[in-house]
């Protein structure tokens, strides 16, 4: 596979994924994405595939980012495993998000509870496989923090532990606030937004900062 090719992925899937949401949460009738969850856009009406396919298709550009991940770190003369491994398994976590339907949550879509008391098996299995690559992709901070502190690349260690404090801090808030707790049930979708911007931001800042890292020529002979 093309490292050109990987990395051009790692830097779309984000961004495009955002920016879907974005859409979708301003243009769907009764949503309000300052309160409801991005998962929420699954359910109500026949729009609700749109944020299925937003949640496969990123999912699949973030595992063609980690496939490619370690020709392109090795063509740096750096190394890393579990990293990109970690990476991969965050990308399934999106395409199992796709693939089962979240359970209506904070009133979306009209009508429905404020939470779905016991959870469906499809939303159980969103929120499970949700979950697995949340606690993949709080791993890859640790691993990356600890690999770009042994390259030397201090900013990057410090960005990648910080994002590795932040993430986890916004996923308790924003699940407590699904989990209907007063005041911030009413800012659960924005809390959620915030929380997962930092995971797209660090991928998509990963993915241009190897694009502009040169190849390292002696590691290229060695591995012939």
């Not at 992925?9 to 879907?20: M, Q, T």
């Not at 944020?51 to 063609?64: D, M, R, S």
């Not at 924005?190 to 190849?215: E, G």
Request: aromatic share 10%.
């Amino acid at each position: 596979m093309s490292g050109r090719v990987s990395l051009l992925c790692g830097a779309v899937s984000g961004p495009l994924f955002l920016l879907i949401l974005f859409i979708e949460g301003a243009t769907r009738p009764g949503y309000n994405w300052i309160r409801h969850a991005g998962s929420s856009l699954e359910l109500g009406g026949g729009a609700g595939w749109m944020q299925q396919a937003n949640f496969v298709l990123t999912g699949v550009l973030t595992i063609v980012f980690a496939a490619g991940l370690p020709g392109v770190l090795r063509e740096r003369g750096r190394r890393s495993v579990w990293g990109p491994l970690l990476i991969g398994v965050w990308g399934l976590g999106l395409i199992g998000a796709g693939v089962f339907l979240d359970d209506p949550v904070s009133g979306y879509p009209p009508g429905t509870p404020a939470i779905t008391i016991p959870p469906t098996m499809h939303g159980a299995l969103h929120g499970k496989t949700s979950l697995i690559g949340f606690l993949a992709m709080l791993a890859a901070f640790v691993v990356f923090a600890r690999r770009f502190a042994g390259w030397g690349e201090r900013r990057w260690a410090l960005y990648s532990a910080l994002s590795a404090v932040l993430f986890p801090a916004g996923l308790v808030l924003f699940v407590a606030a699904f989990e209907q707790v007063a005041g911030l049930v009413d800012i659960g979708g924005l809390i959620q937004r915030l929380t997962v911007t930092i995971v797209f931001a660090w991928l998509t800042l990963l993915a241009i900062h190897l694009a502009r890292t040169p190849v390292d020529a002696r590691d290229l002979t060695h591995a012939r």
